[in-house]
């Protein structure tokens, strides 16, 4: 008899690695604005990333209440803008920067942020 239960994170055994040029992002450009959605917001590629950064493909992210502050720029150090709202995510490491210090985070692994 085979095992016929769904399996949650088999879309997750072969993750898609393709890096696009731009992605969807809610993204904050002024304090006291509101986050405007945006479909073309650009992905900063492989060449890009400086040693010790990663980029990581967003699976999925939640709004925190410092989003809220962030936005209303009710602390007294601002957040440079524009910002990408929605920092507690978890995702694929798509890349890693050139001449970063081996660690335990490779390409494909799934982290948390």
Known sequence: MTD???NPEKHM????????????????TGHGEKYVI???????????????ECLVKIEYT???HSDL???KGDWRKKSILPL?????????VMAIGEHS???TVKIGDRVGL
């Open 62 to 64: 939640g709004v925190c």
């Open 69 to 71: 502050h962030i936005q």
């Open 101 to 103: 210090d081996a660690g």
């Open 4 to 6: 016929t239960k769904p």
């Open 38 to 52: 945006k479909d073309d917001y650009p992905v900063k590629q492989p060449g890009e990333l400086q040693p010790g």
């Open 13 to 28: 055994l072969n993750p898609d690695l393709t890096i696009p040029k731009t992605a969807r992002a809610a993204v904050l």
């Open 84 to 92: 990408i709202g929605g920092h507690e995510a978890v995702g694929r």
